[in-house]
């Protein structure tokens, strides 16, 4: 036989134009391992759904997902989420995912009085349980007295325009008063938000959840995985359900005296439309606390803490975009431990520089050397950004700059190290100077330095976990410090939407702030950024 008879056959051109569709109604599951199909099958997506069971799909998963740690399989498979009635604290943890898309409840746009608040288990400390209701009930009486009277204020500063609709001129200042009010709600205040995310991000984020020191967070995790595992919620069940009894009656009408069990035709339609479905009951099962995270966010808080025990928390601006004069390993050492104090970026940066190489390397060792064999490297090992901001600004605003996903965020603990913040700096009128012409800024700050003495004295309490209590007090006034280290589209991207006047001013000013600071460092590029000047009177009317 020649050689010519092995030679394999030349790929032929085909005549089939592309096909391109949309796929509807498979299970999460079924859906990933369809497409994880493509990289081992030469099936297209309608055989490959065709013959894939739930059997095999766990099967599939549990070979190549668990066992070969085929990770981006689950990124594959997306599920969408309600979760309703956690705290304020508890959304800020759980929305803190970099590849995560969702919505919560609006503080501009609802009222949170009506959403009640949630408490933690003070156990025998019953000092500490009055004193954080009463707290949480002076907060709340704030919030509702500072929403009506800076309303009452607005609309005699703001007229209405003749052309706009009275219901639109009250929605917009409600709102407007709604952002002042906030600043008073409590992190205990209830709220609500729905989430699509993959289920490798599900399974990292009910990990980290579960790796959390506040209780109803390590709850919320368990739920989640509980959600995802066990039987989801049925839009259409109720409307199925009124269909098979339709063709139930129907059946037994021809076929007299006939029992459910004899009606055939139902019996398969209640097989296809009421199906128990399980979102993610393979990819998220085994999902538990993750020993890499608390044992490295205790080392490094001990590391932290000897190190800057001589070293008080330096004074800092609201923004600081502080350059780049570090090695990498200057810097991730610098990230870890600002990950697990509460200083500004550019002290601790400046600190660990001072130091010898061999402390720097023993303080990256102590964010690797628990990983496991899946673990991702913390995020703190995100380095090497051209431009990072460490900003200081109350946890209203933030919740607000959290959303900018493209950046590496590192949040510190929530404190009341930092004081907190006064809304507008009375350079808006939505600001300090609406509070005084209402009569009641006196009152606003005496309730927040109120809430912060509550929040250090259950603290100092007797709670099964004290320190995570009382956090639940502290309003959104209260200042968080956080990093966000980004490239510069990102970071035109923020100046640019967060300067924009139908912003709120709290991260209007931020985005103010972060545009100065990019024009005195880098006045090239900064003159192409499109920014709104945070100084000049806005019309509050325009939404």
């Known amino acids: 036989m020649s050689s010519k008879s092995f030679a394999p056959s030349a790929p032929t051109a085909s005549s089939a134009p592309t096909d391109v569709f949309a ?12 497409m994880a199909k493509y990289s081992r099958s030469a099936l297209s997506m309608r055989e490959s759904l065709r013959e894939i069971s739930s059997q095999r799909t766990e099967q599939f998963l549990n070979t190549f997902y668990f066992q070969y740690g085929h990770r ?27 590849r995560w898309d969702g919505q919560e409840r609006s503080t501009r746009y609802q009222d949170f009085l009506k959403s009640g608040w949630f408490s933690p288990d003070f156990g ?12 949480i009930e002076n907060l709340y009486a704030a919030y509702s007295h500072t929403t009506a009277a800076v309303l009452e204020v607005l609309r005699r500063r703001v007229l209405r325009p003749e052309e706009m609709k009275p219901e639109a001129y009250e929605r917009t200042l409600r709102a407007r008063a709604f952002d002042v009010a906030r600043y008073l709600l409590p992190l205990a205040t209830n709220t609500s938000l729905g989430q699509i995310v993959s289920a490798r991000t599900l399974e990292t984020q009910v990990a980290r959840l579960l790796s959390h020191p506040a209780a109803e967070i390590r709850s919320l995790g368990e739920k989640l995985r509980d959600a995802a595992t066990g039987p989801a919620w049925n839009i259409n069940a109720q409307t199925a359900q009124a269909f098979i009894d339709k063709l139930s009656t129907f059946e037994k009408q021809g076929s007299e005296g006939a029992s459910v069990a004899e009606t055939p035709l139902a019996a398969e339609a209640a097989s296809l439309l009421t199906r128990e479905v399980r979102t993610a009951p393979t990819l998220v ?3 538990q606390p993750n020993p890499y995270e608390i044992e490295t966010r205790r080392e490094l808080a001990q590391a932290a803490a000897e190190l800057f025990a001589s070293h008080p928390i330096a004074s800092a601006p609201l923004v600081d975009l502080v350059e780049r004069t570090e090695t990498l390993e200057v810097e991730l050492a610098a990230t870890l431990l600002y990950s697990a104090s509460h200083h500004p970026y550019r002290q601790i940066r400046d600190l660990a520089a001072s130091l010898p190489a061999s402390q720097i390397e023993e303080i990256i060792e102590l964010g690797l050397h628990r990983r496991g064999r899946h673990d991702e490297l913390l995020r703190a090992f995100h380095a090497g950004a051209a431009l990072r901001f460490d900003i200081l600004m109350d946890i209203g605003g933030f919740r607000d700059m959290h959303r900018h996903r493209r950046c590496t965020q590192i949040i510190q603990g929530f404190t009341t190290a930092h004081g907190f913040e006064l ?5 808006l009128p939505a600001g300090i100077d609406i509070l005084a012409e209402a009569g009641i800024l006196e009152d606003f700050c005496s309730t927040m330095e109120s809430a912060h003495r509550a929040s250090q004295r259950i603290a100092a309490g007797s709670a099964p976990e004290p320190a995570e209590s009382a ?3 502290l309003p959104l006034a209260t200042r968080v410090r956080s990093l966000f280290k980004m490239d510069f589209a990102e970071a035109q991207y923020i100046t640019e939407l967060r300067s924009a006047p139908a912003g709120h001013f ?23 950024i499109r920014v709104t000047d945070f100084t000049q009177p806005i019309d509050i009317l325009k939404r």
């Open 23 to 34: 796929v509807h109604g498979a299970d999460p599951e079924v859906l990933a391992f369809a």
């Open 285 to 287: 099962k085994y999902a």
């Open 423 to 427: 809304p507008g700096s009375g350079d």
């Open 506 to 528: 709290s991260y209007r000013r931020v985005a103010w702030e972060m545009f100065l600071a990019l024009q005195r460092q880098h006045p090239s590029l900064a003159k192409h």
């Open 124 to 135: 025998a400390d019953d000092a500490s349980a009055t004193l954080y209701r009463e707290t």
């Open 72 to 98: 981006s399989i689950a990124d594959l498979a997306h599920i969408a989420f309600a979760i309703e009635r956690l705290s304020l604290l508890a959304a800020i943890v759980l929305v803190d995912e970099q």
């Open 471 to 473: 956090l639940y007090v």
